[in-house]
């Protein structure tokens, strides 16, 4: 008996690494401390009621961007352990097998687990109150979205101490994914992981979507949308028609190792170009979903703070939307070497195309700034870093789109480097832009502008240190995922600044979580009672900060674009907030507590497939149907705010601007 479960227990968990080991004891003190704290503060049913049965679109984007921090220091972790491998020649820190979980886990965390999930998060966070309304389209299904991506990531991140990390790649190309050399649970994870969230992403896609063309205040026509808001329904766009080939081509790989077909292995007559095909229909427009919103961000703190309206406002919607649908004709970009030449042409000149609309945007924003009164806050030091980041990084894209050229830099870290700098330069200084922007409006206080600035310059300084010899190095043929090379390549002194840097850039981020939890101990200081700190123009700065439960008091009725600053510059904002004392009962939706129920019956299904305990997935997906039938039968999931509430609560904060 005790050597049957010594069996087990050696094949369940992650042994024989100390790597693991230590986090293992982290992991488990780590909760050990949040299951203390929350128990001695008598805090569990604070917990349940405040935040894990919540249906408020504010603080679900709160958790999306608790959520999505926590997994950019695991993914910096991995980034860094790959960097210190490959600092000096013949390292032998992580053996082959663990570095390629490592940069297999590294990369599906960061675009999967982080990008997206902050990208939500600023969705939340912004796109209600800037549009006006008081709430998403579907505030259930918000709650169902963000509890579907939370329990994904979780059981992704549990492969790192149960069953084993994934080790295919952050795209998981058959054969190597497939059950012939990837068995076990750790592959499993990867496709039930990013299965479970990926519907959540859906859900929020379609949410936003329809918030955004149903639900904007009186009189925001389209063409009088803030640019942020614009660039959501860019992304929505994209995510309506990605990620359902994302759904079909995991559920297809897990036909293929869990039944035994073969669609993606040349056993009987399957392809696993068929795969690759699909994962970058999805993949690359994936990058542009991305990316869209941080072009959105810019916008908005160019305008806000140069005092501006912003340049070309109708070209800059027509490069968003273009570039959203010119992102479905790209992916074969991704295989030159794979594919024919008329398609490499086809595919060459779309994937050029993608660069005008970015052009254009660029010019919008230099020529927004030309002789604007620039204010050189922390969101603006993030905007200007990005133009030049940007532009390196959209060069080498249309370097990499040239079909006989990408021969040549094709699996290098030519390609590493390019990626890294869109990615990074693009959708993480975007994300940080737009952090740092709308932080007092989520929190009610600003951040420490000191040591922001002391997090922008050892990321700056840091990201260019990394990712600038990489670009040498692919051009000196070092391949990427590379686990070790030997002295006699040349590569190493190049690698070596390449993982100074990477360690600058983690610096910036001890410096970032050390200015969040400064600004939070000295909020009072730092507290902001205007509710628009930054002498904003669009309508979330016309409320205050935090904003209420129902957002706003009355709903604004808008006349131009730009509004909010349109009526500051006029005057009439504060006859406007006199007129708004003649309340009405406010309809908002009931906090439930069946999302949360029905990610974790979800968690457990994908648990139980990972691992083909069949008897345990059966029973997730039974608890997830039955979870939908008790929300159908669920009566009174409503209720109003009544006016005299509104009045007090508006009175308590001095709201009702506009």
């Known amino acids: 008996m005790f050597e049957n479960?010594?069996?087990?227990?050696?094949?369940?968990?992650v042994t024989g690494n100390s790597l693991i080991y230590a986090a293992d004891v982290s992991i488990v003190l780590t909760s050990l401390v949040i299951v203390f704290v929350l128990?001695?503060?008598?805090?569990?049913?604070?917990?349940?009621?405040?935040?894990?049965?919540?249906?408020?679109?504010?603080?679900?984007?709160?958790?999306?961007?608790?959520?999505?921090?926590?997994?950019?220091?695991?993914?910096?972790?991995?980034?860094?352990?790959?960097?210190?491998q490959l600092a000096f020649p013949n390292m032998e820190l992580l053996n082959s097998e663990h570095y390629n979980q490592i940069f297999t886990t590294h990369g599906t965390i960061m675009i999967l687990f982080m990008a997206m999930p902050l990208m939500f998060a600023l969705f939340n966070l912004v796109v209600p109150l800037q549009i006006g309304a008081r709430d998403v389209a579907y505030p259930f299904l918000n709650a169902v979205s963000f509890w579907l991506f939370f329990f994904g990531a979780m059981l992704f991140n549990l492969s790192f101490v149960i069953g084993g990390s994934p080790d295919a790649?952050?795209?998981?190309?058959?054969?190597?994914?497939?059950?012939?050399f990837s068995p076990g649970p750790g592959q499993n994870f990867y496709i039930w992981g990013i299965q479970i969230s990926g519907i959540g992403s859906l859900a929020t896609g379609i949410n936003f979507f329809v918030t955004i063309l149903k639900m904007r205040a009186p009189g925001m026509s389209l063409m009088k949308m803030p640019l942020f808001s614009w660039s959501v329904l860019s992304?929505?766009?994209?995510?309506?028609?990605?990620?359902?080939?994302?759904?079909?081509?995991?559920?297809l790989l897990f036909v293929d190792r869990f039944f035994g077909a073969h669609f993606f292995t040349l056993d009987g007559g399957g392809n696993p170009m068929y795969y690759i095909n699909l994962i970058w229909m999805w993949g690359h427009p994936e990058v542009y979903l991305v990316v869209l919103p941080a072009f959105g961000v810019f916008s908005e703190v160019v305008s806000t703070f140069t005092k501006k309206r912003i340049f070309g406002y109708k070209s800059m919607v027509f490069a968003l939307v273009s570039i959203s649908i010119l992102s479905f004709f790209t992916w074969v970009h991704h295989f030159f070497t794979m594919a024919g030449t008329t398609a490499d042409a086809f595919f060459a000149v779309t994937t050029m195309a993608v660069a005008i609309p970015t052009g254009v945007k660029v010019f919008n924003w230099l020529f927004t700034m030309f002789r604007g009164r620039i204010q050189m806050k922390t969101p603006m030091l993030w905007t200007i870093a990005f133009i030049p980041t940007f532009l390196v990084g959209g060069a080498t894209g249309v370097m990499l789109a040239v079909a006989p050229a990408d021969f040549q830099y094709h699996n290098n870290y030519f390609l590493i480097a390019h990626f890294h700098q869109v990615l990074i330069g693009g959708v993480v200084f975007g994300f940080f832009a737009g952090i740092y922007y709308w932080w007092p409006k989520v929190f009610g206080f600003t951040l420490n502008e000191h040591l922001g600035k002391w997090a922008f310059w050892l990321w700056n300084i840091g990201f260019y240190t990394t990712f600038m010899p990489q670009y040498a190095l692919g051009f000196m043929g070092m391949p990427r995922r590379s686990y070790t090379y030997g002295w006699d390549m040349g590569w190493w002194p190049l690698n070596f600044v390449s993982t100074v840097g990477a360690f600058l850039m983690g610096a910036g981020f001890i410096f970032q979580v050390w200015q969040i939890l400064y600004s939070i101990k000295h909020r009072d200081n730092l507290r902001d009672l205007t509710g628009d700190p930054w002498d904003g123009r669009t309508l979330e700065w016309s409320i205050p900060s935090p904003a209420p439960v129902y957002n706003f008091a009355v709903i604004p009725r808008v006349e131009v674009r730009d509004d909010w600053w349109y009526k500051k510059q006029k005057g009439v904002h504060k006859k406007i907030g006199a007129k708004a004392r003649n309340y009405k009962s406010i309809h908002m939706p009931k906090d439930s507590g069946i999302p949360f129920i029905m990610g974790l019956f979800w968690f457990v299904a994908g648990f139980g497939f990972t691992f083909e305990w069949v008897w345990v997935g059966v029973s997730g997906l039974i608890g997830v149907a039955v979870s939908m039938l008790a929300r159908y039968f669920q009566q009174h999931t409503d209720y109003y705010i009544s006016a005299e509430q509104v009045e007090a609560t508006e009175a308590l904060i001095g709201g009702a601007k506009g």
């Open 5 to 13: 479960i010594k069996k087990f227990a050696s094949e369940f968990f």
């Open 235 to 251: 992304s929505c766009i994209i995510i309506l028609f990605a990620f359902p080939i994302l759904t079909v081509t995991l559920g």
């Open 39 to 84: 128990t001695y503060y008598k805090k569990w049913g604070w917990l349940w009621r405040e935040w894990l049965t919540t249906v408020d679109h504010k603080k679900i984007g709160i958790m999306y961007l608790i959520s999505a921090l926590l997994m950019l220091f695991r993914g910096g972790v991995d980034a860094l352990l790959m960097r210190t």
């Open 169 to 180: 790649g952050w795209l998981s190309y058959p054969p190597l994914s497939e059950n012939n």
